[in-house]
């Protein structure tokens, strides 16, 4: 299963309303006191933008799922989070999971951090109490009529990262909730993603350029090997989400709104990860499939044989398609250098449900598509309250480089796991002071029919038992008893080197 089941209960999501844990829970009701400065805004803009703040972290709060698999059902106290990448939306929106496998953990901690809100520090619990300042006056001259804002990463002279709202975000950009009170009575619009354009999704987008200074949305991993590998520009926010052109019809064409992000995940999962407009139309999707209770599969993703013409044209003749298509792109503050000329992925890199999607002609109509109903694989790993042993002291392994150690075993879940012999020891995961130590009990050969997948789920368990919030860290073990794959499984503290051997006793 290569659902981000990323076991983050020491994470402190304070959305003040939190989502109830079962697959049709209401949307949380978000409300947040801003950690931002303004400047150049009057009062009536003020108030504008403090109701976006709201807005955007109740977009981003719809595209985080809470898991409801046999663990959290048996243990509810250890419930979690997670961006469910074998559903249609992450699919749209980041590619198949078995190419997206390596950003994962990035994508999830951008969704995790930009849904973050508790009242007097401002957008994210991680942000602390570092500003973002606001401007309502065009400070590096890039407004313009399809301009409604941009973000001026580096600018030292302020201070704090700036983001600057244009005229035409106050003028012309239809408020959240005037743009949901409108889908709410009309079905035709629910299923297209295209009548959700508001000043919200344009907030969240720019939240997710941020990563300048004292403050970063995405990009603030501690390890470099945990970030995707796209190239960006070396002053201006070098981890941030950029604007990503890529090749449409032999035309450079940045990768804004819903066909052409849905392009993009098609042919380049690492820069998809790192696009804007892919994390904004992913929550904007998985907001609408939460309220209306559909998923809205239109526009459907732009084909990279046609002109920007015949894609356009295409978009307008979609069942829900607007009367007018909104016409807004973006500044060049935040465009990343490039463009990606990479071809579709195969059909056969994604689940046999979601393939129509991908071998259906320009001139096809879209067919539907049914997601599964629970994702991934059942969990088939030990009981948490009975036969996990939890060893965590103040010289426990970091819970945070556990996080990543455990990566691995999550990029390829349906791959037998590394033989080995009585009494030997695979290291199946390491980053700086945590270490997963699997010690062999007896041989592991072919009829070992363990997976990465029934490893990760023993790593999640003592991870869930046994971590300690107060002091950061995490250490434990359990019995492995998959037939004929004995073997006893611990997190261990390493001393910041690649671990060599077996572990002390």
Not at 366 to 391: A, H, M, R
Not at 451 to 467: H, P
Request: aromatic share 12%.
């Amino acid at each position: 299963m290569l659902s981000l089941l990323l076991l983050f209960p020491f994470v402190a999501v304070n959305i003040l309303a939190s989502p109830t844990p079962v697959d049709d829970a209401p949307l949380p009701d978000v409300s947040v006191l801003t950690g931002f400065q303004y400047k150049d805004c009057d009062g009536d803009q003020i108030n504008i933008l403090k109701q976006n703040i709201n807005d955007a972290v109740e977009l981003a709060s719809a595209g985080l799922d809470y898991v409801n698999d046999e663990l959290v059902d048996a243990y509810p106290q250890y419930g979690h989070q997670q961006v469910d990448f074998s559903k249609q939306a992450a699919i749209d929106f980041f590619g198949p999971e078995y190419q997206n496998g390596p950003y994962q953990v990035f994508i999830f901690d951008a969704m995790l951090k930009a849904s973050n809100a508790y009242p007097g520090w401002g957008i994210s619990d991680w942000w602390n109490s570092r500003y973002v300042q606001i401007s309502c006056k065009d400070e590096k001259n890039d407004c313009g009529d399809t301009t409604p804002a941009y973000v001026a990463n580096g600018v030292k002279q302020y201070g704090y990262p700036l983001v600057v709202f244009c005229p035409v975000f106050f003028t012309k950009l239809p408020s959240h909730s005037d743009v949901v009170a409108k889908i709410d009575k009309d079905k035709n619009l629910q299923q297209n993603l295209a009548n959700m354009r508001s000043r919200a999704t344009t907030f969240l987008h720019e939240l997710l350029h941020i990563n300048w200074g004292t403050a970063q949305v995405v990009g603030s991993f501690a390890h470099e090997s945990f970030r995707p590998q796209v190239t960006f520009d070396a002053d201006s926010g070098k981890d941030a989400c950029k604007d990503h052109k890529q090749k449409i019809g032999g035309e450079n064409v940045l990768s804004y709104k819903t066909g052409r992000v849905k392009l993009l995940a098609q042919r380049n999962v690492a820069v998809a990860s790192k696009n804007n407009d892919n994390y904004a139309y992913y929550s904007m999707a998985k907001f609408m499939e939460k309220r209306w209770k559909q998923y809205p599969k239109f526009p459907t993703a732009w084909d990279p044989d046609k002109s920007r013409t015949e894609n356009e044209d295409r978009d307008k003749k979609q069942p829900g398609a607007p009367s007018t298509l909104e016409a807004f792109e973006g500044g060049s503050q935040n465009q990343a250098g490039g463009s990606t000329d990479d071809p579709v992925y195969p059909a056969e890199y994604y689940p046999e449900w979601y393939q129509p999607l991908v071998t259906a002609k320009f001139e096809d109509e879209t067919p539907d598509v049914t997601q599964p109903s629970k994702s991934g694989i059942g969990y088939n790993g030990p009981d948490i309250t009975k036969d996990v042993v939890c060893e965590t002291t103040d010289g426990s392994p970091d819970i945070e480089d556990c996080i990543h150690a455990f990566h691995t075993l999550r990029m390829a879940p349906q791959m037998g796991p590394q033989q080995g012999k009585k009494g030997g020891t695979w290291w199946a995961g390491y980053v700086h002071s945590c270490a997963l130590a699997v010690y062999y009990g007896e041989d592991w050969t072919d009829d070992c029919k363990a997976t990465m997948k029934d490893v990760d789920d023993y790593a999640s368990a003592i991870f869930e038992g046994c971590q300690n919030p107060g002091n950061g860290k995490v250490g434990g073990k359990a019995d492995f008893k998959i037939d004929k794959c004995p073997a006893q499984i611990e997190v261990i503290k390493t001393g910041g080197e690649p671990p060599q051997g077996n572990p002390p006793n």
